[in-house]
């Protein structure tokens, strides 16, 4: 066995009687004619998250028809998706190529409240923008003054201040748990389900508390999705105009997408027993909702999307020109 293989598993058998300092990410996988390969794969999805989700921010601050408030939300939303990424991927980059797997306690600590604000305001921030969409579709009329600036910033203020002061609870179940055996996370970030079955001491509390939490913020914010999307297909249905149910739809359509995804992966994850779940299946629905989807959310908005593609023409064109 390599020296460096030896130093690996010299300390994944570390055993904490006192206090834990450290956590071991085991990462994807521990077959080194993968590392490389994945390390490339996960930069190339990295770059692709920043310069789409920053590149959808600066479309939509510089292209003042985009100035409404359904851009607005999907600026917040890129905004959410880049932090998303950059509080996961660059640490599971550096794990792939370094000997040292290790992340300190405060480090996960860290890693996880900051996972939890992403993912929590990323389910409120899809919420608004469903709430939006019904106005729009529903209410044309009053659209501007029921979605006025005040209320749109108020409504995404809301969004983060309900990450971070949910994200809490996740954190405080982190806090309240005994690590006094094996301290590798099998699995490449800080999530609560993982770090759960590492505790000598009792989960069943934090089992609850991560399970009715992370239920009522998925509760939650899909039935305010569904509710709204019953109430602007019935609209929809109604329109006589062929050509108004088409943009209709083509303004949902990008939404309903990255609702779909992102919240089928993580009903999966989050919805059972820590008990049931294994790691490889962590693992595989972990990559989607935390490496694949902030990356597929602005090609999604972009390519469904002619207000996009129109103002980007726009942006080339002033460029080019001058």
Request: glycine share 4%; aromatic share 12%.
């Given at each position: ?182 301290n590798i ?48 297909l019935s ?83 002033r460029n080019?020109?001058?």
């Amino acid at each position: 066995m390599s020296s460096e293989g030896e130093d690996f598993h010299r300390r994944m058998s570390i055993r904490n009687e006192s206090t834990l300092t450290e956590f071991l990410l085991s990462g994807l996988t521990d077959q080194p004619e993968l590392q490389l390969p994945l390390f490339f794969l996960f930069l190339g999805i990295y770059i692709a998250t920043i310069v789409g989700n920053l590149g959808m921010i600066s479309i939509i601050v510089l292209s003042s028809q985009l100035h409404i408030p359904m851009y607005y939300f999907l600026s917040s939303l890129s905004f959410t998706d880049f932090c998303y990424s950059s509080v996961i991927i660059p640490k599971m980059l550096v794990g792939i190529l370094s000997r040292d797997k290790s992340i300190s306690y405060a480090g996960c600590n860290i890693q996880l409240y900051l996972f939890c604000v992403c993912a929590i305001s990323e389910c409120y921030m899809l919420a608004a923008m469903a709430y939006d969409r019904y106005v729009a579709i529903c209410s044309p009329l009053l659209y501007n003054v029921i979605m006025s600036p005040q209320v749109c910033s108020l409504l995404v203020a809301a969004v983060f201040s309900a990450g971070f002061t949910l994200s809490m609870v996740f954190e405080g179940c982190l806090l309240s748990l005994d690590f006094c055996g094996s301290n590798i996370v099998k699995h490449y970030y800080c999530d609560i389900v993982p770090l759960m079955k590492l505790s000598c001491s009792s989960t069943y509390i934090d089992e609850l508390l991560v399970f009715v939490v992370g239920g009522f913020n998925l509760v939650a914010t899909s039935v305010t999705i569904i509710i709204s999307y019953v109430f602007i297909l019935s609209s929809i249905l109604r329109m006589h105009s062929k050509e108004g149910r088409s943009k209709a739809f083509g303004t949902c359509g990008s939404h309903l997408t990255a609702v779909v995804i992102f919240y089928g992966s993580l009903m999966f994850m989050y919805l059972k027993p820590a008990s049931i779940s294994s790691a490889i299946q962590e693992k595989i629905t972990s990559v989607f909702y935390t490496i694949v989807i902030p990356m597929l959310n602005p090609l999604i908005y972009s390519l469904r999307n002619k207000e996009v593609q129109n103002a980007l023409m726009k942006l080339l064109k002033r460029n080019t020109s001058s």
